[in-house]
């Protein structure tokens, strides 16, 4: 069974780079049938799609965040990674990665437990 | 960017009761490619529906999804305890896929 376990620092300084990793187990990030994505969650509020990666490289960000976006992959870890740029508090999020289906876009299943980070000095 | 409202932001049901929510696109959602979620407090959102109707795997069949166009409905025909929770549906007709704003089905 696939599962995904994001990892990283839980606090970041305003105007710093978050930077997370999300690791995969039971299955290849390789997987020609798959893109992998980030997605966050403010505190008590919705989900926003934050961008995704093809084993590939390729990349695929949200409009409203691709000036500070970086997502990479690493497929003889089988992880990939997210750096977020020149944070400040409304980056403030849990922060999921999870597998994509159809495409890009598509939907998501499954979803790593996400992991909270604050921005604050 | 495809904006979704969904409503009632919160509905109160007793279980065994029928829950009805609703997804509204700002424009078509492209081949009615459209997912429901469902998420419980401290946890991650959990896959209930793709393509508008297809149960993902392991969902009972007590969840329904069904629409069209712009309007979107997910139905939990008799609640039991434990789908009491938040559900958000999210469109990957276009680029950037997008997610509603939720709905909470609370326990009357």
């Known amino acids: 069974q696939l599962q995904l376990q994001e990892s990283g620092p839980g606090l970041v300084k305003p105007s710093e780079t978050l930077s997370l990793t999300c690791t995969v187990s039971g299955g290849a990030i390789s997987s020609s049938s798959h893109y992998w994505g980030w997605i966050r969650q403010p505190p008590g509020k919705g989900l926003e799609w934050i961008g995704s990666i093809y084993y590939s490289g390729s990349t695929y960000y949200n409009p409203s965040l691709k000036s500070r976006v970086t997502i990479s992959v690493d497929t003889s870890k089988n992880q990939f990674s997210l750096k977020l740029s020149s944070v400040t508090a409304a980056d403030t999020a849990v922060y999921y990665c999870?597998?994509?289906?159809?495409?890009?876009?598509?939907?998501?299943?499954?979803w790593g437990q996400g992991t909270l980070v604050t921005v604050s000095s | 960017e495809i904006v979704l409202t969904q409503s009632p932001g919160t509905l109160s049901l007793s279980p065994g009761e029928r829950a009805t929510l609703s997804c509204r696109a700002g424009?078509?959602?492209?081949?009615?490619?459209l997912a429901w979620y469902q998420q419980k407090p401290g946890q991650a959102p959990r896959l209930l529906i793709y393509?508008?109707?297809s149960r993902a795997t392991g969902i009972p069949d007590r969840f329904s999804g069904s629409g069209s166009g712009t309007d979107f409905t997910l139905t939990i025909s008799r609640l039991e305890p434990e789908d009491f929770a938040l559900y958000y549906c999210?469109?990957?007709?276009?680029?950037?896929?997008?997610f509603g704003g939720g709905t909470k089905v609370e326990i009357k």
């Open positions: 424009q078509r959602v492209s081949s009615s490619y």
């Open positions: 999870a597998r994509i289906w159809f495409g890009i876009p598509g939907w998501f299943d499954p």
């Open positions: 393509g508008t109707s």
């Open positions: 999210q469109q990957y007709g276009s680029s950037p896929e997008t």
